[in-house]
T-cell receptor, first 109, second 114 residues
Framework: GQNIDQPTEMTATEGAIVQINCTYQ??????LFWYQQHAGEAPTFLSY??LDGLEEKGRFSSFLSRSKGYSYLLLKELQMKDSASYLCASMDSNYQLIWGAGTKLIIKP | GAVVSQHPSRVICKSGTSVKIECRSL??????MFWYRQFPKKSLMLMATSNEGSKATYEQGVEKDKFLINHASLTLSTLTVTSAHPEDSSFYIC??????????FGQGTRLTVV
């Protein structure tokens, strides 16, 4: 079956670094997405990885290992506004997104 | 990035009435549009996938007669919740994609049925 696993909740300190992991098992693979979702709002796109390696975009970076079915989102220099849920989604062979349950990130001062 | 506009952002309706939610891609032609539903503290649940000019493909367990989806053009898809009941209260989100790359999300619609 298809499955996406990510931690339910994480806590980090303002100014620090946090890594949110995601493992996936999907029928075929056409890329791994990370989205940020603030409470009551729609998700916003953060990153898309289809090749192995690290993609850096400002304070946020995303890593993919296709052989391990593993990705992580790295957030640096954490700010209070980064408190949100982070959704990992894998695109399967039918170009359909399979969503994880999301990781709630709590930032403390 | 591309913009997807979803309207209304918030709606309250009486039980038994129907509600229409619009999803528009403002600066691109969306080959495929997706409709999701999100329950509190849960992940997004795909309800249906629609391609312009053809019938929507509904996920298992989603009643197609209750959640009517129309994708009349490459820039507009609508979701109509018919004969709404309190259990239909939820956050509904649409997304549109160009080919097989990232999906762009609408702002979401919070539906409350009283």
């Amino acid at each position: 079956g298809q499955n996406i696993d990510q931690p339910t909740e994480m806590t980090a300190t303002e100014g620090a670094i946090v890594q949110i992991n995601c493992t996936y098992q999907t029928s075929g693979f056409n890329g791994l997405f990370w989205y940020q979702q603030h409470a009551g709002e729609a998700p916003t796109f953060l990153s898309y990885n289809v090749l192995d390696g690290l993609e850096e975009k400002g304070r946020f970076s995303s890593f993919l290992s296709r052989s391990k079915g593993y990705s992580y989102l790295l957030l640096k220099e954490l700010q209070m506004k980064d408190s949100a849920s982070y959704l990992c989604a894998s695109m399967d062979s039918n170009y359909q997104l399979i969503w994880g349950a999301g990781t709630k990130l709590i930032i403390k001062p | 990035g591309a913009v997807v506009s979803q309207h209304p952002s918030r709606v309250i309706c009486k039980s038994g009435t129907s509600v229409k939610i619009e999803c528009r891609s403002l600066d691109f032609q969306a080959t495929t549009m997706f409709w999701y539903r999100q329950f509190p503290k849960k992940s997004l649940m795909l309800m249906a996938t629609s391609n312009e000019g053809s019938k929507a493909t509904y996920e298992q367990g989603v009643e197609k007669d209750k959640f009517l989806i129309n994708h009349a053009s490459l820039t507009l898809s609508t979701l109509t919740v018919t004969s709404a009941h309190p259990e239909d209260s939820s956050f509904y989100i649409c997304s549109a994609s160009i080919g097989d790359t990232e999906a762009f999300f609408g702002q979401g619609t919070r539906l409350t049925v009283v």
